[in-house]
């Protein structure tokens, strides 16, 4: 199998600000035909760490692949040290500065001097053309080895890699494919999940499993190969299926979908409608109802009714409830959700209230302490749960656990 490294360049790239997301796109193509990729790094705008990362990865792996650095300014370093690292020099091409200055010309303006440092390229490369942007990409290669060096914009970039280099690629992985599937699990912990799942997937030595915790659930990626497309979509389609089965109702996605859109996706089948009351979650549970294309029609609205006086004038939940159980019980949840139905006349209705922290807590009620209340046709119920995290995780996993319950209450 080949190995392939990313190095991602630019300084910004190294500050809160910016994420690499380059390099997550490049891995899922690269992994699709096959090559395995063992390494990622992020190099600021330093020339000798650049050209000391670009040999190592050389050296390492049979194919290195890099990201940014070949604009015009004096901090886009990429064409001149990725070529000290291949020992080669950079060559001027006429025709590229004429057609860079043909461009600016297009676009009602003269081309500045220091845009001419885009008609160097490194001797012996192929140069990848750009059709999106200024800066043209090279593929160097020599022996097994092969260098690809991309612009940063995902824009270029992208476009760049499927046209021109994946087909490279794929003639030198040969014949391997990979299918993927991805499922989802709440309401288990990542250790009781693998419990259940081990001894299945290690009786598939030849699929890549990886038991995951994402904030709010437990994912299972499973990656098939084999010399067929279809041998590996059915191996990765056999040892889901075996998955899902051990695991149960625990399992809420099966191909990756989000806990919001196997919900509406439900609703959709039943062609049923529900509303959301929320206090301590304060809207998250509509907002990704809402981010589902489509939701408007099961999704009525929703209601954040956080102070007691809110939740008394909108759902109706009556003082003495608050008074006798405070507005984190089982009684407020549930009278939340009865009260939001019956104001949106929807089928479902499912409400929310909890304390999220830092304060608020006490000894019988600490933080983390969340009541989920659901309201259907002929039934009013509600779930306790206790949430680790600090109050984003609290807020988050809360939305999820609605979510979830709603889900099981819908029979999935």
């Excluded at 259940?196 to 994402?214: K, R």
């Excluded at 990704?288 to 209601?303: I, K, W």
């Excluded at 939001?340 to 006490?362: N, W």
């Excluded at 000894?363 to 680790?388: E, Q």
């Amino acid at each position: 199998m080949l190995a392939a490294e990313i190095i991602a360049i630019g300084s910004e790239l190294l500050t809160p600000e910016r994420t690499d997301t380059n390099s997550l796109w490049l891995t899922a193509r690269l992994n699709e035909i096959g090559i395995e990729v063992l390494l990622k790094t992020i190099v600021g705008d330093s020339g000798e760490r650049l050209q000391e990362s670009v040999g190592d990865a050389l050296r390492r792996s049979d194919i290195v692949i890099t990201t940014g650095g070949l604009g015009p300014t004096e901090d886009d370093i990429t064409r001149q040290f990725t070529a000290n690292a291949v020992g080669r020099e950079l060559v001027y091409h006429e025709h590229l500065e004429a057609h860079l200055r043909e461009r600016f010309r297009a676009w009602g303006r003269e081309m500045p001097e220091i845009n001419r440092r885009q008609a160097y390229v490194i001797d012996g490369a192929q140069i990848l053309p750009n059709p999106n942007g200024s800066a043209v990409g090279m593929l160097y290669e020599e022996g097994r080895k092969m260098l690809a060096v991309l612009p940063g914009p995902p824009r270029e970039n992208q476009p760049m890699f499927l046209e021109h280099v994946l087909p490279k690629l794929t003639k030198r992985a040969g014949e391997v494919f990979v299918r993927r599937r991805v499922l989802k699990v709440s309401g288990k912990g990542e250790s009781a999940v693998d419990e259940i799942a081990a001894p299945i997937y290690t009786a598939y030595p030849e699929v890549q499993t990886s038991i995951l915790f994402n904030k709010s659930e437990v994912e299972i990626h499973i990656a098939a190969k084999a010399d067929d497309p279809d041998k590996a979509q059915a191996i990765a389609d056999e040892l889901a299926d075996r998955l899902a089965a051990a695991l149960g109702k625990a399992v809420f996605s099966t191909y990756g979908e989000s806990m919001e859109e196997v919900v509406g996706k439900r609703l959709l089948e039943l062609g049923e409608t529900v509303s959301v009351a929320e206090s301590c979650t304060g809207g998250l549970i509509g907002r990704r109802f809402t981010e589902v294309p489509g939701s408007s029609s099961y999704f009525m609205e929703g209601a954040i009714t956080y102070s007691n006086a809110a939740k008394m004038r909108t759902l109706g939940v009556s003082a003495e409830i608050l008074e006798t159980y405070g507005a984190v019980s089982a009684e407020c949840a549930e009278a939340m959700a009865r009260g939001m139905r019956e104001y949106a006349r929807t089928d479902h209705a499912v409400a929310v209230t909890g304390i999220a922290g830092p304060d608020g807590g006490s000894d019988d009620k600490p933080v983390g302490t969340v009541f989920i209340g659901y309201a259907g046709r002929d039934v009013v119920r509600s779930i306790k749960l206790v949430l680790p995290g600090d109050r984003y995780l609290v807020r988050w996993r809360s939305s999820q656990a609605a979510l979830d319950y709603l889900r099981r209450q819908l029979g999935r």
